[in-house]
């Protein structure tokens, strides 16, 4: 069984910056693909970024040089930096396989982005 464990949330202002970390326990050694999703208030959880193998990387046009998505396979980590926030990314962020894997969400971080 696959257990992701979201941190590196919190309130921040527009224009500053969060690093999301997530770690993967379980399973994992046949996930090619990771992604990190999101639920804002209302709305449907999306994914906003993908990766590949290590360097193979996709994002929604929504954050699209603004967020990084990156990897430690040697320490089952997957990281979302988030620069230049706005306040239409404050969101619950999760972290899955790409596609997800079914019933494997974890608490996800809230990221608040706020004056």
């Known amino acids: 069984q696959v257990q992701f464990v979201e941190s590196g949330g919190g309130l921040v202002h527009p224009g500053g910056s969060l690093r999301l970390s997530c770690a993967a326990s379980?399973?994992?050694?046949?996930?090619?693909?990771m992604g990190w999703y999101r639920q804002g208030p209302g709305k449907q959880r999306e994914l906003v970024a993908s990766?590949?193998?290590?360097?193979?990387?996709n994002y929604a046009d929504s954050v699209k040089g603004r967020f990084t998505i990156s990897r430690d396979n040697a320490e089952n980590t997957v990281y979302l930096q988030m620069n230049s926030l706005k306040p239409e990314d404050t969101a619950v962020y999760y972290c899955?396989?790409?596609?997800?894997?079914?019933?494997?969400w974890g608490q996800g971080t809230q990221v608040t982005v706020s004056s």
């Open positions: 379980g399973r994992i050694f046949n996930i090619v693909a």
């Open positions: 899955n396989a790409s596609p997800p894997l079914r019933d494997t």
């Open positions: 990766i590949i193998g290590g360097s193979n990387t």
